[in-house]
């Protein structure tokens, strides 16, 4: 399961996620849509840790992600 509680980012004052919550159960097939430019990559970034959230928690079967050094 995926789960992102109240996640935020921002890239200086432009704050690009704001207090994104859902999840995704386990075989569940979900779809990120939207404009141009309104964080779908980089709620995927953060996800998989390779973009740091600014803060809420993320994580993945029970493991919290954290962004890769």
Do not use: W, Y
Not at 18 to 23: A, L, M, N, R, V
């Amino acid at each position: 399961m995926i789960q992102l509680s109240n996640v935020r980012k921002a890239f200086g004052a432009n704050q690009v996620l704001k207090d994104i919550s859902f999840e995704v159960a386990r075989g569940e097939v979900v779809c990120l849509i939207g404009p141009s430019g309104s964080g779908k990559s980089t709620v995927l970034r953060c996800v998989n840790g390779l973009e740091a959230h600014d803060g809420g928690e993320i994580t993945v079967d029970g493991v919290r992600v954290e962004a890769r050094s």
